[in-house]
């Protein structure tokens, strides 16, 4: 029985031995393995590896993966025209040597990003103090972007290398610090109510413009409606004329007569009317006397 507690016994601490000398890097991750606190070795490729037993050997992970630094801080920054600007920004980066990253950053990603951080704020500082608000904001926003890095990269890469590779500085938000954003905006609502303003002012100019120049073409066609008509009516009357003229001319007699109906229909045109008249005096009612039509019938 006690040789088999023994056996048993045996085995587990062998296992147990094993497991401590085996280790698996993930394709995510550098492995390093440290001998009595020195860097003994640096896993870059995934896989099953092996390493003496501890206090011998140890190993510890290091994110290999492209990681992304966030600015967390909001102090205001201050432009070449003495404006105070707020910046938010991110820094996508990777560890690209870990020997070196943890002999001058640390032994975790969280050093590299705190030392990143204060790194990447003091060259935002620097660039913006040499731009105004609308260079940052539209004309050199990407030059500011490329600037940064560049300093970034000539800080990781001097001396003591950092064992990091910057990939990428953008910025995200350009604003006013809060305490002047009020007043900003106020000025910008005023310019907009002033260029609006001046905009109705033009619109109601034009309109008045458009509004006199087709009133005076209404004008110029009415009127050259009114001679067209009154010339047309001219050559209408003077034809009618002419062919009652003509008409009247092979007939006087007849057109005596015709010219007394339409004197009495114009004379009695409503039965309300009344004329007070000597038919036996007045030549207004010859044609019924039958004067007219007794000497168009004497022939």
Known sequence: M?????????????????????????????????????????????GLNFKLPPPFQNVRYIDKRLLTLDSSETESMLTAEKQRVVIDWYVRWRIS????????????????????????????????????VRELISTKRDALMSDVKREVLETVRGAKPWGVDVVDVRITRVDYVEAITESVYRRMEAERKRVANELRSTGAAEGEKIRADADRQREIT??????????????????????????????????????????????????????????????????????????????
């Open 2 to 46: 006690n040789r088999i507690g023994f056996i048993a016994t045996s085995v587990l601490v062998a296992l147990a031995l094993l497991s401590s000398m085996v280790f698996v890097v993930d394709q995510r991750q550098f492995g390093v393995v440290y001998a009595l606190g020195q860097i003994k070795d640096v896993i870059t490729e995934p």
């Open 97 to 132: 040597d870990p020997s070196e990253y943890i002999r001058n950053v640390g032994l975790d990603e969280n050093a590299g990003a705190l030392q990143l951080n204060r790194v990447v704020r003091n060259a935002f500082q620097e660039e913006v103090n040499r731009r105004t």
């Open 222 to 299: 009415i009127a050259n409606a009114y001679r067209d008509a009154q010339k047309i009516k001219g050559e209408g009357d003077a034809e009618a004329a002419s062919t009652y003229g003509e008409a009247f001319g092979r007939d006087p007699q007849f057109a005596q007569f015709y010219r007394s109906l339409e004197a009495y229909k114009s004379s009695f045109n409503r039965k309300s009317d009344v004329v007070v008249l000597d038919p036996s005096s007045t030549e207004f009612f010859k044609a019924f006397r039958g004067g007219s039509v007794g000497a168009r019938q004497a022939p």
